[in-house]
């Protein structure tokens, strides 16, 4: 059962959020991935936010980027937390997705993560930190690989 839903507005954003499903793999999260973008396809992001909680979803994470309204879009439909991936794919190198998933109003929030690589992981850790509120298991997995840090 999936515990983080990851949606991605194109399947040519697998390669950049790489680093998420590896992080969520060694905090041992399980997840699904879907693509389903805000403007192509809204009805279909829409349908997989309302029956995300019945499969254990309780964190989604919207991976987009330009003007990054799948985030936004994500949260505007749900209640549970929401992290948003700025991404890379304009000639503005993911400032615009930034500013977009940033700048979601009072009572809507998106936890927004930096651009790229960075924020792929990020994302995860933060999701394993959401879910080890109410899960022991990935706090201890998170504090683990914290540890591991130290020098």
């Keep these: 059962m999936p515990s ?6 194109s399947k040519n954003d697998l390669d950049e959020i790489s680093g998420t ?3 969520l793999d060694d905090m041992g999260v399980e997840y699904e991935v879907i693509v389903a973008s805000a403007h192509r396809d809204p009805a279909k992001v829409k349908e997989y936010v309302e029956t995300a909680p019945a499969k254990g979803v309780e964190v989604l994470i919207g991976a987009a980027g330009g003007s990054a309204a799948l985030p936004g879009t994500l949260a505007a439909w749900s209640t549970i937390p929401v992290i948003g991936i700025p991404l890379t794919s304009s000639e503005l190198n993911g400032l615009d997705s930034l500013y977009s998933i940033a700048q979601m109003p009072p009572g809507v929030p998106v936890a927004c993560v930096a651009i790229g690589s960075w924020g792929a992981r990020n994302a995860a850790f933060l999701a394993t930190q959401i879910l080890g509120v109410k899960y022991q298991k990935y706090a201890d997995n998170y504090k683990k690989y914290r540890d591991s840090l130290k020098s």
């Design 21 to 23: 499903k590896e992080v």
């Design 4 to 9: 983080v839903g990851i949606v991605l507005g």
